[in-house]
């Protein structure tokens, strides 16, 4: 393969992420439920004939760096790939990552080729699929109590769909209208990337768009071993505690060695996987590693299949990182992906000391509330909330942010009082939430929601008993709280997971962790 132009490498670079970017933005429009259209809780992205990443959007993390998972288990369960084919799946223990996320992975002909030159992929957070509780995030031991189970299977084969699929999907759902409209907003993304690629194919050729998707790749790579490369070698360890539904706690640990041009984490040492949800399979585990050094690695670079390799990442089986079936795994994508990134942070902190900041919120705060409204039709919202960013050795974290796996956006009031039977009666930062150090970490938010019919409520979330760490002699940042507000004023606090049969006039308060504070200055309040 010749060299690559460095001109033309930045302008392949953009022009793969040009193609995911613009699948994002057909998804987003053409959604039906506020969760995609509203929060942005998707991710799309490109890989090679091989199921190799070349491109993503700038989405969401705990997606992205595990759906090369989803297209490997995509390409195992199809032996002849047509023009118009969609394999959907949800699987966790199959490719994907906990039930409501459902990956989409088509094919992208070019030239009437007898094999894909490239595939395209989709992963979208629907409100619903069904399981225990509305918004599938129930307080579940088993996979199966979470919602419909869809393994890598065909849901359009030369472009038809499969109607007894799709009916099969649609009559496990509390909201069936909204999942076939979600489901054709992800289609309509992947026609509108399968078209770009076609076209950017169709004008350079087929050779030199496909060698250079390669070429990022090597470049990638060869980036990330250089920057790897510059870091003390060396073993560092660090392990936190994840609160679980028995108001108990879990401790993961890790233990990352930096060696030459690359870096491992081992989590060997990490407690057994739990009876609840918070378990995480390896992907969600590998995919939050990816994310800390792709954070810490200086400088602009694409991320791809090549910026992938140099790190590896192994964990027992049957441990709260690595789950084993039957195991349920809903807020393992969610929660448990939270503190995976705090333990990796917190171990690396002695070699990329000017990088690492303190613990951030640490957690999704995973909100679902269903019920019928007042003319019979049924519901389902969902959204993850804001909190507070951990302070750095440079400057304060910032408050009110989603910070590392998710990068969604709290549902628009508007948006959301004009959906569902709740209004939102309190939105503000948290002032003072955020740990104090010599730069203070970021603030978390108040939400507070007035039920206007009764609903089911479940919240997933943690740093409820313990605030994140501060770094370097900065303070925690404040725990976070869940407080139900009955009918008649009286306050009831919550747990960090709880499920609830809720009557109309109750008023849910979320009150979100604030930032652990850095330093050992002067502390500011």
């Known amino acids: ?12 670079r953009h022009r793969f992420e040009g193609v995911a970017d613009e699948m994002g933005g057909t998804l987003q429009r053409t959604s039906y439920s506020p969760n995609i259209k509203e929060r942005l809780d998707f991710s799309c992205a490109v890989f090679d004939a091989d199921g190799r990443l070349v491109a993503q959007a700038a989405h969401i993390p705990v997606h992205l760096g595990a759906m090369p998972a989803s297209v490997a288990a995509a390409l195992d369960a199809v032996n002849r790939w047509r023009p118009g084919d969609i394999v959907v ?13 459902v990956t989409m992975v088509s094919p992208v002909f070019v030239d009437d080729g007898e094999a894909p030159t490239f595939f395209v992929a989709s992963r979208a957070h629907h409100a619903d699929v069904g399981g225990m509780t509305p918004g599938s995030l129930p307080l579940a031991h088993e996979l199966v109590q979470e919602g ?3 393994p890598p299977v065909k849901l359009y084969e030369d472009g038809t769909p499969n109607e007894a699929l799709m009916r099969l999907l649609l009559r496990n759902v ?24 076609q076209e950017l194919a169709q004008e350079n050729g087929v050779e030199e768009v496909a060698a250079y998707a390669r070429h990022l790749q090597t470049y990638s790579e060869r980036r990330v071993r250089e920057a790897l490369a510059d870091w003390p070698a060396g073993r560092y360890t660090f392990e936190d505690t994840l609160e679980l539904a028995d108001d108990t706690t879990a401790t993961i640990c890790v233990t990352a060695t930096v060696d030459g041009d690359g870096v491992a984490f081992d989590f060997e040492g990490t407690d057994a996987a ?4 918070l378990n995480a399979v390896l992907p969600i585990t590998e995919s939050a590693c990816y994310y800390v050094v792709q954070g810490l690695v200086e400088g602009e670079m694409p991320v791809n299949a090549g910026s992938l390799v140099p790190v590896s990442v192994t964990a027992p089986e049957g441990t709260l990182v690595n789950a084993d079936p039957p195991h349920a795994v809903a ?16 171990a690396l902190a002695p070699a990329r000391p000017e990088r690492v900041p303190a613990a951030g919120q640490g957690t999704m705060n995973n909100l679902t509330i269903g019920g019928t409204r007042p003319d019979g039709s049924s519901f389902a919202y969902y959204e993850t909330i804001a909190g507070g960013m951990g302070a750095g050795p440079d400057g304060d974290g910032l408050g009110g942010v989603h910070v590392h796996m998710t990068n969604t956006l709290n549902t628009p009031v508007e948006a959301l009082e004009q959906s569902y039977p709740f209004r939102v009666t309190t939105y503000r930062l948290r002032d003072g939430s955020g740990g104090p150090g010599s730069h203070c970490g970021g603030d978390g938010l108040v939400r507070e929601y007035e039920l206007l019919t009764p609903v089911t409520v479940t919240m997933l979330s943690t740093r409820r008993s313990e605030g994140p760490w501060g770094r370097d002699g900065g303070k925690r940042g404040a725990p976070g709280r869940n407080v139900l507000v009955h009918p008649d004023g009286e306050e009831e606090t919550l747990p960090a997971h709880f499920s609830r049969r809720l009557p109309e006039g109750s008023r849910l308060r979320v009150e979100t962790p604030g930032g652990g504070g850095c330093g050992t200055g002067p502390q500011r309040e």
Do not use: C, F, K
């Not at 799946?89 to 996320?101: F, V, W």
């Not at 807020?331 to 917190?346: A, F, H, K, M, Y």
């Open 89 to 101: 799946l949800n699987d966790p223990y199959e490719g994907g990552t906990h039930l409501p996320d």
């Open 274 to 277: 739990d009876d609840g949800n």
């Open 148 to 150: 419909l189970v869809i």
């Open 174 to 197: 509390r909201t069936p209208a909204e999942r076939r409209g979600d489901l054709a907003a992800q289609r309509a993304a992947h026609a509108v990337g399968t078209r770009r690629l």
């Open 1 to 12: 393969m010749p060299d690559a132009d460095p001109i033309l490498l930045e302008l392949y």
């Open 331 to 346: 807020g393992g994508n969610v929660e448990t992906s939270q503190r995976i990134v705090d333990t990796v942070l917190g």
